[in-house]
Nanobody, 120 residues
Framework: QVRLVESGGGLVQPGGSLRLSCVASGGIRSIYAMGWYRQALGKQRELVAT???????NYADSVKGRYTIARDNAKNTVYLQMNSLKPADTAVYYC??????????????WGQGTQVTVSS
């Protein structure tokens, strides 16, 4: 069974940095696009950044120049380096990926989310 497990969230002061990780596991044949989304309290989930299997990236305007998405295909892992964090970045961050598991079609999967809180 395919799973996405995030880690690396926590409490950080404004201007600080955090690095999120997301590992995919469970009979995986191929991983296509991977990405990070976030959902702040009372708001809709929004795209933060995506990365294709070949390494092409896309960012929300609100995080451009501050966040960097990367992936390690050998480890089935996607990362999100977050710098110059602001209180407005406070949200639950979710990992997302298009994965083809063994003997199955390609499906879109979500992780359980990790809380990021930016506060002094």
């Amino acid at each position: 069974q395919v799973r996405l497990v995030e880690s690396g969230g926590g409490l950080v002061q404004p201007g600080g940095s955090l690095r999120l990780s997301c590992v995919a596991s469970g009979g995986i044949r191929s991983i296509y696009a991977m990405g990070w989304y976030r959902q702040a309290l009372g708001k809709q989930r929004e795209l933060v950044a995506t990365i294709t299997s070949s390494g092409n990236t896309n960012y929300a305007d609100s995080v451009k120049g501050r966040y960097t998405i990367a992936r390690d295909n050998a480890k089935n892992t996607v990362y999100l380096q977050m710098n110059s964090l602001k209180p407005a970045d406070t949200a639950v961050y979710y990992c997302n990926a298009d994965i083809r598991a063994l003997l199955r079609d390609t499906f879109n999967y979500w992780g359980q989310g990790t809380q990021v809180t930016v506060s002094s």
